[in-house]
């Protein structure tokens, strides 16, 4: 899908105030830093095994 500045700026904010589930790729919370960072590592991980 492809946004413009005004929908990225939006999906960006709603992001912010809801702090969705973990894996969005665009939730910068610093809770969740090591968590994404730990299935980051786990998907790198799975795709090599193939």
Do not use: Q, T
């Amino acid at each position: 899908m492809s946004y413009n500045s005004s929908e990225e700026i939006i999906e960006e904010e709603l992001i912010k105030f809801y702090n969705p589930p973990l894996n969005l790729d665009r939730n910068n919370n610093s809770r969740n830093k090591s968590f994404r960072e730990k299935l980051s590592a786990m998907r790198k991980n799975k795709g090599a095994k193939r």
